[in-house]
């Protein structure tokens, strides 16, 4: 499978299926926030967040193994559900923002707050 390259917005948005489309809608549209103390682990760990591509969601396409479920309520574990669908998490991350879509998650919330967010759940590491 080929990676696409998009030329104009009017094919991007033929890709509303795309897990990246919830992310970024607009093509062009600058999605880092960069705060103060911002490393090169925490960027990266963002990007990857953004892109839903970490270690701890798909470590499975290297490692030959089975896709995850989550532990708590049986859904695939992808960065969507850690980040804003698992009931299982919800107390957690009201605890350190909340919206409710990917899209304003990454626009609205501070990335500190994201990663504090993932560091309370003990999953930072494998982002």
């Known amino acids: 499978m080929g990676m696409r390259m998009w030329t104009n917005s009017q094919?991007?948005?033929?890709?509303?299926?795309?897990?990246?489309?919830?992310?970024?809608?607009?093509l062009g549209e600058d999605l880092h926030r960069r705060g103060e103390g911002a490393g090169r682990k925490r960027e990266t760990a963002m990007c990857r967040l953004r892109v839903g591509h970490t270690w701890l969601t798909q470590s499975y396409l290297l490692?030959?193994?089975?896709?995850?479920?989550?532990?708590?309520?049986?859904?695939l574990y992808?960065?969507?559900?850690?980040?804003?669908?698992?009931?299982?998490?919800?107390?957690?991350?009201r605890k350190y923002f909340s919206v409710t879509d990917l899209y304003r998650l990454f626009r609205e919330v501070n990335p500190s707050r994201i990663v504090g967010y993932l560091k309370d759940l003990n999953?930072?590491?494998n982002i």
Do not use: M
């Not at 094919?11 to 897990?19: L, T, V």
């Not at 490692?63 to 859904?75: G, K, L, M, R, V």
């Open 11 to 26: 094919n991007w948005d033929a890709e509303g299926a795309n897990k990246l489309h919830e992310v970024l809608p607009n």
């Open 63 to 75: 490692t030959n193994e089975e896709q995850t479920f989550c532990y708590a309520c049986d859904s």
């Open 78 to 93: 992808t960065v969507r559900h850690i980040l804003i669908e698992c009931p299982d998490f919800q107390d957690t991350w």
């Open 123 to 125: 999953v930072y590491g």
